[in-house]
């Protein structure tokens, strides 16, 4: 499938759902407490967009070739899970990190993103991989721009999580996005220089980073979607959607509570407040 250049009336349906998506993990925010179950905090999302944001989860009952239904509405994916976790009712504990991932459909259009959440007081550790794992996520948007490649993305977040002792998982990536959940292209979070597609304006696409602890090497449990790492390190993963501009890139995902952007990015290069 090729991949599809946005109009400016399409992108502004998309940067509607994108910020129903960020709005949606503002609302969420304060209930990532110790105790709380992640199946509540599923329910709090899926009742939040239906009834407030009148938007539709689009985890809900997706089901992509060889897949068994998603059978919830948010992704919680709790340590060692690095992506696809199901919701249950296993109360997290303090200490814990959790990464809620997020997508929206609102009039046809997707908005998709994820944070990482510390559950109380969590370890230096764990504080240092979400923190690492969120710059790593900004290195690859800040080679945004027309002319640039998938690869230089790639680049970016891999010897930037490298060089500060984490692994990137290469089995996940970003993704194109529009009316359907998941379009071309495929953003890898690894890659070379100057190699891949190359970018337009009007291209819209996710980069969602998932750095580990230890390895690389992932496992599936037998729910048919929560993926581990295999050394059961930790795993964190941040994630925006944004689309290529004339002269660099916009973020999405914004909301008045987005976490800005590291002091690495310049306020040129940061996305307009929303």
Not at 109 to 138: E, F, K
Not at 174 to 184: A, C, D, M, V
Not at 212 to 220: C, D, L, S, T, V
Request: hydrophobic share 35%; proline share 9%; with cysteine.
């Amino acid at each position: 499938m090729p991949i599809q250049i946005k109009t400016p009336e399409e992108i502004e349906k998309l940067r509607i759902a994108g910020r129903l998506a960020a709005e949606l993990l503002d609302y969420i925010t304060p209930f990532v407490q110790p105790g709380v179950t992640t199946n509540e905090l599923d329910r709090l999302c899926h009742d939040y967009q239906v009834n407030v944001q009148h938007s539709i989860p689009a985890p809900l009952n997706y089901a992509p070739g060889g897949h068994m239904p998603y059978p919830k509405s948010i992704c919680t994916s709790v340590n060692q899970q690095i992506c696809h976790g199901v919701p249950n009712d296993k109360p997290l504990k303090n200490g814990d990190i959790v990464n809620i991932d997020v997508t929206v459909i609102k009039d046809g259009w997707h908005g998709d993103s994820s944070r990482m959440y510390c559950v109380g007081n969590v370890s230096p550790q764990a504080r240092r991989l979400c923190d690492i794992t969120w710059q790593a996520l900004w290195h690859g948007i800040a080679q945004v721009r027309p002319g640039a490649t998938l690869g230089d993305i790639g680049h970016a977040i891999q010897t930037f999580a490298e060089t500060n002792g984490y692994s990137v998982v290469r089995e996940f990536c970003g993704h194109g996005i529009g009316r359907k959940f998941h379009e071309e292209p495929q953003v890898l979070h690894y890659g070379r220089p100057g190699s891949g597609v190359r970018l337009q304006p009007g291209m819209v696409f996710t980069i969602e980073p998932m750095i580990n602890a230890g390895r690389r090497e992932i496992r599936q449990m037998p729910d048919g979607w929560t993926v581990v790492t295999r050394d059961r390190s930790l795993s964190a993963q941040w994630e925006h959607m944004l689309t290529v501009t004339e002269t660099g890139y916009e973020v999405l995902t914004v909301s008045g509570h987005t976490p800005p952007p590291p002091d690495f990015i310049t306020a040129t290069d940061a996305p307009p407040a929303p």
